[in-house]
């Protein structure tokens, strides 16, 4: 910046050293008087500073780059906006400011001489500022507010010539000459003279409304099943017009509904990854057991913390989890971390995750289908907070005070609440909301509204109609899984059982074998196929452990290996007969739902579902269990 320009060689010459600094040449008219900086935060002025070029005092007896250096000696001053002030430098437009004075960083001045270094008052350049906040005058300060408003900036740094500040603008022929979007605060936090401003303070305070804290909700749920569709299903009970949800699961991340990553994402990066994002205003992470021993959680602590239940056939055997309590104490990472004022939602008739509540600092609910049950009556009899199922409802009770939320018949998730699993699920999602205070009404309109499909939640027990064969699309790769969704499947009319199955390599051989006994006691064709999940395993390997299991069954006719996934899929549907019940375990979801799509729209005769139309189907073809 070069101001004071009183001929045309001083305006050549400003001229020419600015085309060395950039190609945007900005010429304004001329406005006499000192330079200030105002800080605008919000509607008020928190600071002012007048602000004076870099310069030097002669002694007589030292040149001017003698002087400058012994001024760049000052500890305060540094090479970059890290230190209270900037060091002087001697550039081009150092050199014309001297050369109007008739000086040259080789003259030596007067003792007592004032020499101009720059005519701005830039910190950044080696200028000075003295805060002069208590002068400011009312009408000065006003403008300033205007200017960062014409702008539409809550913080704005504005800078105004003129020769008195205590005095108004217009009676002096001052002006605003310039509205910073990023201000500095050094001249305000360390001037070089005055009394320092706590302008950080008054930042965060406009930020942040008294009482808040700066963070969004965070919801945090793990458990070893039915954590992605507890998460996906908090995320849509808290996602409205004005509240845009960031979720991270095993299916990808979501912000605001929309997917942004793919894969497994319910690790710490992904959890950073949604936390980071400055659209979010309420996060639903899904915490994996493997995330927390890799890198721990992601987050210090959250709000609410939901744990859906702890089950035999996962991850036991890896990654020092020898038993379920090992597990349980990996997975209660996350009860630890809800804070003082908030939230763990706990299933209340699993032992070891009722357990978690005396690690929790924060309130606890517990839920569980059966109100009666020991530790559901003792916390409500406390006075606590409770969420269980009577005579199909789903009923929400602290202490005396009872709420009917919903009837489970209009639960699309729960199939009228036939799949005991996704009524467990639901109670999850519902008391996880109540806990962040989420109004009833906005619970039954997500609660009704939550399909519970491909595309609400892919390859959690999706029911499609193909041809006249009732297709389950499940992601269930464990033994308590699986022996869930069995307990769901066995209610279903039908001819023929079927199901294309696998598993991932890093189970224990007696947790897969477990499976073959479950598979071949509940299905009377078995296609076994192994996915890209073998981790470790040598080919075979888990087709044999299945074959073990099956080899017990009383019910299994059939046993089919076929290699590949996708393969195995449709040698199922290829091979299933009217009246058939085909259950497919999904070994990658996102692949498997596209090739059902895909399926669907080559041959025009499928769609999805409800409990209440295979019902209708079946009671037309006199179809038995």
Same mark, same amino acid.
């Given at each position: 910046?070069?101001t ?28 006499e ?13 928190v600071a002012?500073?007048? =602000?004076?070029?870099? !310069?030097?005092?002669?002694?007589g ?8 250096d ?5 500890? /305060? =001053? ?7 002030? #900037? ?7 150092s050199?014309g ?7 040259s ?8 001489r004032?020499?101009?270094? &720059? ?19 009312? !009408?000065?300060?006003? &403008? ?30 001052? $002006?605003?000459?310039?509205?910073n979007?990023?201000?500095g ?9 005055? =009394?320092? =401003?706590?302008?950080?303070? $008054? ?10 804290n ?16 507890? *998460? ?8 409205t ?5 960031g ?16 894969g ?12 980071? @994002? ?42 020092g989890a ?24 706990l ?24 109100? @009666? ?16 199922? /009577? ?10 005070r ?11 998730l ?13 109670l ?25 499909g ?25 033994? #308590? ?6 307990? $769901?499947?066995?209610?279903c009319?039908?001819?023929r ?22 598979l071949g ?25 299945f ?13 089919r ?22 259950m ?7 692949? *498997?739902v &596209? ?8 041959? !025009? ?6 409990? #209440? ?11 038995v269990?």
């Amino acid at each position: 910046m070069a101001t004071h320009l009183a001929t045309e060689a001083q305006v050549t010459a400003a001229y020419e050293a600015a085309r060395k600094e950039s190609s945007s040449i900005v010429v304004e008219r001329q406005v006499e008087g000192a330079d200030y900086r105002l800080l605008v935060v919000g509607d008020r002025l928190v600071a002012a500073a007048r =602000r004076e070029g870099a !310069q030097v005092v002669g002694d007589g007896a030292r040149s001017v780059a003698e002087l400058v250096d012994d001024t760049n000696a000052d500890p /305060r =001053r540094g090479s970059d906006h890290a230190t209270p002030l #900037s060091r002087v430098r001697l550039d081009a437009i150092s050199l014309g400011v001297l050369a109007e004075q008739g000086l040259s960083p080789e003259a030596v001045p007067a003792a007592g001489r004032r020499v101009l270094v &720059r005519r701005n008052g830039n910190l950044s350049t080696g200028g000075t500022a003295t805060d002069v906040t208590d002068l400011v005058h009312p !009408q000065v300060a006003e &403008r300033a507010i205007e200017a960062a408003r014409m702008i539409g900036l809550d913080v704005a740094g504005i800078d105004l010539l003129t020769r008195d500040v205590g005095r108004p603008l217009e009676e002096q022929g001052g $002006a605003v000459v310039e509205v910073n979007a990023c201000p500095g605060l050094r001249m305000h936090l360390e001037p070089s003279a005055g =009394r320092p =401003r706590p302008v950080g303070d $008054a930042i965060v305070d406009a930020l942040f409304a008294p009482g808040e804290n700066g963070r969004v909700p965070l919801v945090s749920v793990t458990g070893t099943n039915g954590k992605t569709t507890t *998460t996906r299903f908090i995320a849509h009970l808290l996602e409205t017009k004005e509240n845009a949800v960031g979720m991270a699961c095993t299916d990808g991340i979501f912000i605001a509904g929309r997917r942004i990553d793919t894969g497994d994402c319910s690790g710490p990066q992904s959890a950073r990854a949604v936390l980071l @994002n400055p659209k979010v205003d309420a996060a639903v992470l899904e915490t994996a057991r493997g995330g927390i021993l890799r890198e721990g959680l992601g987050f210090d602590r959250c709000d609410v913390a939901v744990v859906t239940n702890l089950a035999e056939g996962d991850h036991l055997g890896v990654g020092g989890a020898e038993t379920l309590e090992d597990l349980a104490r990996i997975k209660r990472c996350v009860v630890e971390a809800v804070a003082a004022d908030g939230t763990a939602v706990l299933k209340g008739d699993d032992p070891l995750v009722a357990a978690m509540a005396q690690k929790c600092a924060g309130s606890v609910i517990f839920f569980a289908q059966d109100e @009666n049950h020991p530790v559901i009556g003792s916390h409500r009899d406390r006075g606590e907070r409770v969420l269980f199922v /009577r005579e199909g409802r789903v009923v929400a009770s602290e202490g005396p005070r009872e709420t009917v939320v919903a009837e489970l018949a209009r639960a699309p998730l729960t199939h009228g609440g036939r799949i005991g699993f996704q009524v467990e699920n639901t109670l999850a999602a519902v008391a996880a909301a109540w806990a962040l205070g989420t109004t009833w009404q906005d619970i039954r309109d997500g609660l009704e509204s939550f399909v519970g499909g491909l595309s609400q939640v892919p390859g959690r027990f999706n029911m499609l109609a193909i041809g006249e064969t009732t297709v389950v699309l499940d992601y269930g790769h464990n033994s #308590s899984a699986l022996a869930a969704v069995v307990e $769901a499947v066995e209610q279903c009319p039908h001819l023929r059982r079927s199901v294309v199955y696998s598993t991932a390599g890093d189970r224990r051989d007696e947790d897969i074998v477990r499976q073959g006994e479950l598979l071949g006691d509940t299905f009377d064709h078995v296609i076994l196929y192994e996915g890209r999940y073998k981790r470790g395993r040598a080919d075979g390997e888990i087709m044999a452990l299945f074959r073990r299991g099956l080899e017990t069954g009383g019910r299994v006719a059939e046993v089919r290996e076929v290699q590949g996934a996708l393969a195995a899929l449709e040698f199922g549907l290829h091979t299933a007969q009217p009246g058939e019940l085909l259950m497919i375990q999904a070994d990658a979801i996102d692949e *498997t739902v &596209r090739f059902l799509q895909d399926y669907l729209a080559r041959r !025009q005769h499928g769609h999805e579902i409800s409990w #209440s139309e295979v019902l209708n189907v079946s009671s037309d073809r006199h179809l038995v269990r």
